[in-house]
């Protein structure tokens, strides 16, 4: 089969979606119009300010949240540790016990190690095949002593989406706040409701890189591990990159209603990857929950098949697809989630759908994974059998 000519077709959006239409105009406007410093009282600067405070308003709707309780971040990293930091430090008096899932995002699971290394405590809950936590052995994990508990929206790698309203209700009733790392679900679901501290990512909507949002919500007892700043409500130091901002800003809203309404044609594409790719590849795991899941994601897992040389073979191919995490990707270490799961850990492929894509791509996509995985199953077997024979 002839080689696709670059750039090919994109299916790796639950790493970073491709930049936004309306992010890009708006970013361009607000680099020529919204440059000075908004804490200014001068004409240009109470511009800036108007265009950050109306970006806030804009991110605070689509979440369901107040203007006052969202800051915006350097990046969905910086947002989630404050989150977990902040919270944690914040409830010191209450106790050092942290609850999180075996599943979270590496950066969810980093903050969790800076607090053990400071003499903290973490419990990990586990999953089930699907990737899925159990709400009642969340709620077992908690104590009297836990200052914080932290369970994302929607898994990063194999789409599952979490039982965050059943947890919510188990912390609310325990008394403990509750932080939703709701990076690849922000745009495409709705957010759901009752927790105390959420973070989110622009680059996963289609806005631009470097903007990451924090909001914590009023009551919450929340203090910044990092040294005291005027900016952004006291919780985020550094001056506010505001047309990055207003670009994300207006791209999330877009990208909501956008993805609300294309949800259930992006959905059956998936759901169409899921149902052939088992009847086309032999030896093939699909992981994920069918159901409860991403409308965008998929993760399969093929024997046999080493995955990065899949990757390079696929994207010779013309398609750019990942494998697991993107934070984790080039290490030699089997993704933490597969192995949480208990599912296969290698020759993995993570199809993530991208806003724009047509069921050609994912066409496309299908016809050339046979052929891909048969071939490095092949140079596998000779490699074995060359080693074979020229042994002693």
């Known amino acids: 089969m002839a080689e696709k000519s670059a750039p090919g077709v994109y299916l790796d959006a639950a790493s970073t979606e491709p930049l936004h239409p309306n992010a890009r105009s708006m970013l361009l406007t607000a680099l020529d ?27 605070a709707m689509v979440i369901g949240a107040r203007p006052d309780e969202v800051s915006f971040t350097s990046s969905g990293t910086q947002a989630v540790h404050l989150a977990v930091l902040g919270g944690l430090r914040a409830r010191r008096r209450v106790g050092r016990h942290l609850v999180v899932s075996a599943v979270e995002h590496s950066s969810v699971l980093h903050a969790a190690e800076a607090h053990e290394r400071d003499g903290g405590e973490v419990a990990i809950v586990g999953v089930d095949l699907m990737g899925r936590v159990d709400p009642a052995e969340f709620a077992a994990a908690l104590r009297p002593d836990t200052a914080l508990a932290c369970l994302q929206s929607a898994n990063h790698e194999v789409g599952t989406v979490q039982p965050v309203e059943e947890v919510a209700r188990a912390c609310r009733d325990a008394g403990v706040p509750l932080f939703v790392d709701a990076a690849q679900s922000l745009g495409r679901m709705e957010v759901p409701g009752e927790w105390s501290l959420l973070a989110g990512s622009a680059h996963k909507w289609g806005g631009p890189a470097g903007v990451g949002v924090l909001v914590v919500r ?3 007892r929340w203090r910044s591990p990092l040294p005291d700043d005027e900016r952004e409500g006291r919780r985020v130091p550094g001056f506010e990159n505001v047309p990055s901002i207003a670009a994300a800003a207006w791209s999330l809203n ?24 088992p009847r086309i590849v032999p030896d093939v795991e699909v992981v994920g929950d069918p159901v409860w899941r991403l409308p965008h994601l998929v993760t399969f897992s093929c024997l046999y098949v080493e995955g990065e040389a899949l990757l390079t073979e696929l994207d010779r191919l013309g398609f750019a697809v990942s494998s697991g995490s993107s934070c984790t990707a080039d290490t030699l270490r089997p993704s933490h989630v597969l192995e949480a799961m208990g599912v296969i850990t290698h020759g993995n492929v993570r199809v993530s759908l991208p806003r724009g894509v047509v069921s050609a791509d994912v066409d496309g996509f299908l016809a050339v994974l046979p052929e891909a995985v048969a071939r490095l199953r092949r140079a596998a077997l000779t490699d074995v059998e060359t080693g074979r024979r020229s042994r002693p």
């Open 33 to 59: 119009n919204a440059w000075a410093d908004p804490a200014r009282l001068y004409g240009t600067a109470r511009g800036t300010r108007m265009l950050l405070d109306r970006s806030r308003e804009m991110v």
């Open 218 to 220: 009023k009551g919450t």
């Open 254 to 277: 877009a990208f909501r209603v956008e993805m609300h309404e294309d949800a259930e044609r992006v959905s059956a594409l998936v759901d169409h990857i899921r149902t052939e790719v």
